[in-house]
């Protein structure tokens, strides 16, 4: 740690981490997952197992049990598999479960998301409160503003914008309104749009996701193969 080449080395060492499933990676961060059928048997146990094996033949630190979670994702729920076990050590089995900043639910629903990320742009708005009575500048409360609390709010929307009700929607546009009540006194678009070229969140994250897309077009996005396949294009005409 604190190396220029620690991160690379790290990432070499883990290059041959696999398993039979799919892996997904993210500096020390791995996660497991397989997709069941109905009727059919997880091997999650065999996944599991040979990420033990391979931390065990690699002289890598020992797996932290207590930051390692299961979760099941859909019908299965109903009847569940056996909890994974490993060296005598249970493996918790969540409803809830945050990877890699983004809160996930077992039901796939993004309320636990929202909670979490209102809650944490609210405390920051305190500070927000403080700079104003400090009587800051408005253009310096609203660089806090957009460099403080606003990229909470739309952090990974790109995963989860599509899926928001419009309640949750909702929620998240009230917390920048309440910012705007704090910087300028009032949290009209109508006025703010025209003067200092706020756009409402809803808005802003329709176009992170349009930006998004368009570089998962490119055949070189690591993400390309996750598009469907275009139909063939008709010549005959």
């Not at 997709?35 to 599991?48: A, E």
């Not at 979490?116 to 409160?129: D, Q, T, V």
């Not at 949750?168 to 300028?184: D, G």
Request: aromatic share 10%; charged share 20%.
């Amino acid at each position: 740690q604190g190396s220029f080449l620690g991160p690379l080395i790290f990432l070499i060492l883990i290059d041959d981490l696999t398993a039979p499933c799919l892996v997904h990676k993210f500096v020390d961060d791995t996660t497991l997952s397989e997709i069941l059928s109905n009727n059919q048997t997880s091997l999650m146990p065999t996944y599991f197992q040979e990420v033990l094996d391979w931390s065990t033949t690699n002289f890598s630190k020992t797996i932290n049990f207590s930051k390692t979670k299961e979760m099941i994702i859909g019908t299965l729920n109903n009847d569940p598999p056996s909890a994974l076990t490993a060296s005598a050590n249970n493996i918790e089995r969540v409803h809830t479960y945050k990877l890699l900043g983004i809160t996930l639910n077992d039901k796939l629903k993004w309320d636990n998301h929202i909670n979490n990320i209102c809650s944490k742009a609210s405390s920051r708005l305190y500070f927000l409160k403080l700079l104003k009575c400090s009587r800051v500048s408005l253009v310096d409360l609203l660089y806090y503003y957009s460099t403080i609390v606003r990229p909470v709010l739309e952090y990974a929307c790109q995963v989860w914008h599509a899926s928001l009700t419009k309640e949750q929607s909702a929620r998240i546009e009230k917390i920048q309104k309440r910012a705007l009540r704090i910087i300028y006194g009032c949290d009209s678009y109508d006025n703010l749009c025209m003067v200092h070229s706020i756009e409402k969140l809803e808005s802003r994250r329709d176009e992170l996701n349009k930006k998004f897309f368009k570089t998962i077009l490119h055949d070189s996005s690591c993400l390309n193969y996750l598009l469907p396949v275009p139909p063939p294009i008709n010549t005959s005409n």
